[in-house]
């Protein structure tokens, strides 16, 4: 996935957010750039933490499957 | 103003009440993960509880010809519902939407040749991460035409007599044995037993803690 490509703490340096006052038009799409630039971070941080604990727990659900059939056989006492 | 007063002291005894706060248990082990079994569930519409009276696990005798009959009370979640039974019986896997009741039922054909089963269960909610709760119920299977006896009951409404029943050949009252014992005066923590002359069994008392 191209998210997971990102290295978040080059972002994060890349992404000094101290806006420049927007004396000339340059400087302001340079301030609009890097609030883009932020917002994409952030939803790209949120997917992978979103997907990184869908993981998690279906594993958890996995691992948790697989111990209720070795749980059963031990309850098989008929 | 004496109703002022009532109408004070019911606001104050409210608010008390209220204060009761929960107390999140957010970080401690699940009960599934310690092995647990604690997920609340009715067989035959009664809930399965353990000796100690805590939801989740049980063993009951049933029937052969009867169907099983498992429901689980609405939840506020959404969630994944397991369930799977010993020779490979009954098995289920489905998800739960917030809000609806499960209703399943073991068709007494799928049990026909089996002296009993057991199964497992587990419960995975949406709204909390590796979070969840299983549930375990022994079933042991008695033959279709088999009466069991009824429940010992109160003689005359009195609840201060015991009609121990006409075929009680031997009864157990407090840990002492007599013979023939029909109606029995009772204190309310008494606790008795039956056995009848074919060896079957009844009790009074015996399920409170």
Redesign the interface.
């Known amino acids: 996935m191209v998210m997971k490509s990102v290295n978040l703490d080059e972002l994060n340096k890349l992404l000094n957010l101290t806006l420049t006052a927007p004396t000339s038009k340059l400087s302001a799409i340079i301030n609009g750039m890097k609030l883009l630039l932020a917002a994409v971070f952030i939803i790209a941080r949120h997917m992978l933490i979103k997907e990184q604990r869908e993981k998690e727990a279906w594993e958890y659900k996995k691992r948790q499957l697989n111990s209720i059939n070795e749980d059963l056989k031990d309850s098989d006492i008929f | 103003m004496k109703n002022f007063i009532l109408l004070i002291f019911l606001c104050v005894i409210t608010y008390g009440c209220q204060d009761l706060k929960y107390v999140s248990d957010k970080f401690s082990i699940s009960s599934?993960s310690a092995?647990s079994y604690e997920y609340p569930i009715f067989i035959n519409r009664t809930m399965c509880l353990d000796l100690n009276k805590r939801p989740g696990l049980c063993a009951l005798q049933h029937k052969h010809s009867t169907p099983l009959k498992i429901e689980v009370d609405p939840r506020p979640y959404s969630y994944?519902f397991?369930i799977?039974?010993?020779?490979d019986l009954f098995r289920k896997r489905f998800d739960v939407p917030k809000g609806k009741r499960v209703e399943l039922e073991i068709d007494p054909d799928t049990f026909q040749n089996?002296?009993?089963?057991?199964c497992?269960?587990?419960v995975?909610p949406d709204d909390r991460?590796?979070v969840?709760a299983?549930f375990?119920f022994?079933v042991r299977l008695v033959k279709a035409d088999y009466i069991f006896r009824e429940d010992i009951d109160f003689y005359n409404r009195s609840k201060k007599h015991l009609a121990l029943g006409r075929y009680s050949l031997y009864s157990t009252i407090d840990g002492v044995t007599k013979k023939k014992k029909t109606i029995i005066k009772i204190n309310s923590d008494t606790k008795v037993y039956t056995e009848s002359y074919a060896m079957r069994f009844n009790q009074f008392g015996h399920e409170k803690r």
């Open positions: 599934a092995k994944l397991f799977r039974c010993t020779k089996f002296n009993g089963f057991s497992i269960g587990e995975f991460e590796k969840s299983r375990n022994l």
